[in-house]
């Protein structure tokens, strides 16, 4: 079936179009000829192909195409409104959307890059390519590898790639958007065009769905720097947001629940040559938040194997603590078993550390031995404890100043973890190996959290408001669910009472909402405290939930902590007769006259069989109304 592009094309005589905008355009021979619309001159060089349904100005601009590509010139708009323009001139009616329109855009690119990669590959098998294949080899890259990635190369010349492309009819200005050619020219009427990469081996880079985006190039010359040029941003590359070999990797990463990320485009193809297939690189040594929710969404148990040299590692730990702080972003309502609830980061994931040996990276390493490899990946360390065993553990520091500046490096990673007890494992360990006060430690520890900020803008409360990260409570947390987000007092009377609600503020809140008030928009006829407690509930961020989701989460929330609060009485007093058994036992043995004890020890321990079963029909309870089990 023909795209509204072919039918587009097939409509229209590109002679016609091109001469309602182009005056003094006249046939000589089988081709027509004028002065170029694009820049001035005396001596006709735009030439109109009226068989081939092309143009092209042999003078200054050196620029051609199809009728599409005229009118994007002559109008200097985007392909997609010149699209339209043509449609509108042939009489079709342009049936795309705004998702088919860009993908329209973007097909257009993926098959210029397409287009170059098979040159590249040409230039790789020609004689041009011996020193190029010469280096693969020297780098173990078999002919099966070399073929799956598409490497190639391309030779010193400044104009190979673009004259290859001319011969396809590849607009110049296409080639310079799509990152491959550079125009040096001060201004449009002199261009002077050039090949953006030279005398380098190409590696294509793909997206998720195999489209070519864009290319790594890498010198072969010793002391070249820099040894590594990724394309430009385009429209279909953006390195922040692209991971090298995510389209080989994705399934492997889904299978085993886990990824490794490297630094370089040879060590995910060494690695995959050696049966690892879960890796990707980062498109540089540090990683984005970008990069980080495409990959916890196939697994959130993140390995960095990465170059075992300080400075790559230390670009890369910088790297891992932004990309996770742009992940904060977006939270979400999390409650354990135990009750405790608070705002949890959507794309959590496992992070881990693998030392690679100094001097070594993944390729080298995996090439001599893929058991070693395996073997670093598998003893890889939580980040937190890995920046602690570089930075103190594996140092002698005797020097207060270098000590200080150690701790340093490892305060950020103990501070941005959410759960208080682990939090308070590694201040510990810290606390230990450092050799200082744990209240320093508590301290410093305690500022870094207070520095970390979020900006909140709530569109149902106007306010914007700064705030540090708050763990909320329960009945605050349902506060929150309930305030910002609207739901019907009927509704919500079925999940929640204000008897849930033990803090007195907490349960006006509750009421005056229940009554009918819209809280949000009376804040300044209530009281100061309950403004007070109000503001600090919805100036943290939340996510989006339907009312059906927020009706069970308060519903199970509640279920929880109802339970759990009967729990606590249940050990209270359990707690109050095992204290009064110990006593009792004890002054029986300590009577001499053998008086009567006021309850026999056995009486409190049939009191503490019949707490155990309540206990246990508790936890039945919390079993036929959650779908948790408590354990």
Request: charged residues 25%.
């Amino acid at each position: 079936m023909q795209t509204d592009i072919e039918k587009i094309k097939e409509a229209l005589s590109i002679v016609d179009v091109i001469n309602k905008y182009v005056s003094g355009l006249n046939k000589s021979g089988r081709l027509w000829k004028a002065n170029c619309p694009f820049h001035e001159e005396k001596t006709p060089s735009f030439i109109v192909d009226e068989a081939k349904q092309r143009w092209h100005c042999f003078g200054a601009c050196n620029i051609g195409g199809d009728v599409i590509e005229f009118i994007k010139q002559h109008e200097r708009c985007e392909f997609i409104d010149a699209l339209k323009i043509c449609a509108e001139i042939a009489g079709i009616n342009l049936t795309l959307n705004e998702n088919s329109e860009k993908k329209e855009y973007l097909e257009n690119f993926y098959a210029i890059n397409e287009i170059a990669a098979k040159f590249f590959v040409n230039v790789l098998q020609s004689p041009a390519g011996n020193e190029f294949k010469t280096y693969l080899e020297d780098r173990h890259l078999n002919l099966s590898s070399i073929t799956e990635w598409q490497i190639g190369c391309i030779n010193k010349s400044q104009k190979s790639l673009i004259e290859h492309l001319s011969k396809s009819n590849v607009a110049i200005e296409d080639m310079i958007k799509a990152g491959l050619a550079i125009d040096r020219s001060e201004n449009a009427a002199n261009k002077d065009v050039i090949d953006r990469f030279r005398n380098k081996l190409m590696i294509p880079i793909m997206n998720p769905k195999g489209n070519i985006i864009g290319f790594g190039a890498r010198t072969i010359e010793k002391d070249f720097h820099p040894k590594y040029l990724n394309s430009p941003t385009s429209p279909t590359f953006d390195k922040k947001s692209v991971l090298f070999g995510m389209d080989l990797a994705s399934q492997e990463i889904r299978k085993k629940d886990q990824v490794i990320i490297v630094e370089g485009y040879f060590d995910v193809i060494g690695c995959y040559q050696h049966g690892i297939k879960n890796v990707v690189a980062s498109m540089g040594t540090a990683i984005t938040g970008n990069q980080l929710k495409t990959l916890t969404k196939l697994t959130k148990n993140i390995i960095f194997a990465l170059d075992g040299d300080s400075a790559g590692v230390s670009a890369a730990l910088k790297g891992i603590s932004v990309a996770s702080e742009e992940l904060d972003g977006e939270t979400v309502a999390s409650i354990d078993w135990q009750g405790l609830v608070s705002l949890q980061e959507k794309f959590a994931a496992q992070i881990k550390i693998a030392d690679m040996p100094s001097g070594e990276d993944p390729d080298s390493i995996v090439q001599k031995s893929k058991e070693r490899f395996l073997e670093l990946i598998n003893n890889s360390q939580y980040i937190t404890d890995y920046l602690i065993q570089r930075n103190i553990e594996s140092q002698n520091i005797t020097d207060p100043r270098l000590l200080s500046e150690a701790i340093n490096q490892v305060i950020p990673s103990v501070a941005e973890i959410s759960d208080p007890i682990v939090r308070a494992h590694y201040a510990q360990k810290l606390t230990r190996l450092a050799k200082v006060e744990e209240s320093y430690i508590s301290q410093q520890i305690a500022n870094h959290r207070k520095q970390k900020v979020r900006v909140v803008n709530n569109a149902r409360f106007v306010k914007t408001k700064t705030t540090s990260t708050v763990n909320f409570g329960p009945e605050e947390q349902i506060l929150r669910l309930i305030m910002l987000n609207d739901l019907p007092l009927s509704e919500l009377a079925t999940v929640i009472d204000s008897e849930f609600f033990q803090d007195s503020i907490n349960k006006e809140i509750y009421n005056k909402i229940n009554a009918g008030n819209k809280i949000l928009a009376s804040l300044d006829d209530l009281e100061i405290p309950l403004r007070e407690k109000i503001d600090t509930l919805v100036s943290a961020p939340i996510a989006e939930y339907s009312q059906e989701e927020v009706l069970s989460m308060i519903g199970e929330i509640n279920t929880r902590i109802r339970i759990l609060r009967k729990k606590e009485i249940l050990n209270k007093q359990a707690q109050d007769i095992a204290d009064e058994l110990k006593e009792q036992r004890e002054q029986k043995n300590n009577l001499e006259n053998g008086e009567k004890l006021k309850k026999e020890p056995s009486a409190l321990e049939d009191s503490l069989d019949g707490l155990s079963q309540q206990s246990k029909e508790l936890f039945q309870e919390m079993r036929s109304e959650s779908n948790e089990v408590v354990e």
